[in-house]
């Protein structure tokens, strides 16, 4: 008997904070079984204990280390009997500030981190995604895939490219039964955000400081239907929509409104 024992299987990136966490509560309440992997050893113990040993596979994992990632998924799979019921395509880090002053060893560890392993990891897990009926891939964009954010240039860069593979990779694995979907969450509230950002969120709208529990409920609804994108909170797809249509008017509001303003000799 696999230790899943037939439950469904989560596979999370980034599952010790934040959104990735939450989610291993919620789909662990639910009874499935969670594979959870991070760099972060002290809350990858809280999680295995927190849901239980022989309801988890919890091991450290730098996603950007390929070869590591094949043995986790080698093992998660072994303990799954070969399913992949929802891969959730989570972590990643916030490194940003103004593009020409970004170290560009920080640009590429958001690019390695944010896009990257997400490409690689997808890549060597599609084989259980598609021995797995009704199974979905779950990608974390961002908000910041709307309009390019700027102060973050290089992570929203990543971000759109997270939404745009989603888009591609769900028509190619549509014929095997594999959907791909991913979630775009605004200002979430988790340790990725910095105080300052934190305690200038507004109270209200696409921009209130949301719980990271909201997005686990949109990974949990995405895995019983078939939208492509999920907003959190839902008004940012309104925002899209403007974009769309009007995107010199949201360069020029985000321009005026001072929030990238740089103090340049
Ligand atoms: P978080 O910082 O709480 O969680 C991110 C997790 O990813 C951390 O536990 C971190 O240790 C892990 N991680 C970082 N590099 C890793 C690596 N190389 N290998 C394995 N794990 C690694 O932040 P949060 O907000 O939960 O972030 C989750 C995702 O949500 C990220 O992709 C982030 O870019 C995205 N996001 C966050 C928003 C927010 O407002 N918090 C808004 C939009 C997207």
């Not at 390695?112 to 891939?137: D, E, F, M, Q």
């Amino acid at each position: 008997m696999s230790k899943a024992n037939g439950r469904k299987a989560i596979f999370i990136t980034g599952a010790a904070s934040g959104m990735g966490l939450e989610t291993a509560r919620l789909f662990h309440e639910k009874g499935w079984f969670v594979g959870g992997v991070d760099v972060n050893e002290a809350g990858l113990d809280a999680l295995r204990t927190e849901l239980g040993a022989e309801n988890c596979l919890i091991s450290r994992l730098d996603v950007t280390d390929r070869e590591a990632y094949r043995a986790t998924l080698a093992a998660f799979a072994q303990a799954t009997d070969g399913k992949l019921d929802l891969m959730f395509n989570n972590a990643g880090i916030g490194r940003g500030g103004p593009y020409e002053d970004m170290p560009w060893e920080d640009a590429m560890a958001v690019i390695n981190i944010n896009l990257v392993a997400v490409l690689s990891g997808i890549h060597l897990a599609i084989p259980l995604l598609k021995a797995t009926p009704g199974s979905l891939c779950f990608s974390t964009s961002s908000s910041s895939a709307i309009f390019g954010m700027a102060g973050i240039a290089v992570y929203s860069a990543t971000k759109h490219a997270v939404k745009g593979f989603t888009e591609a990779l769900s028509v190619e694995l549509k014929p095997f039964g594999v959907r791909v979907a991913d979630t775009l969450p605004g200002m979430i509230d988790t340790p990725i955000l910095p105080d300052e950002a934190k305690a200038n969120a507004p109270t209200e709208g696409m921009w209130r400081l949301t719980p990271p529990r909201e997005v686990a409920e949109a990974v949990w609804a995405a895995y019983h239907t078939d939208k492509i994108h999920w907003y959190v909170p839902t008004e940012l797809e309104a925002f899209d929509l403007v974009v769309t249509q009007h995107p010199e008017m949201v360069r020029d509001q985000m321009a005026a409104s001072g929030m990238f303003n740089r103090s340049q000799p």
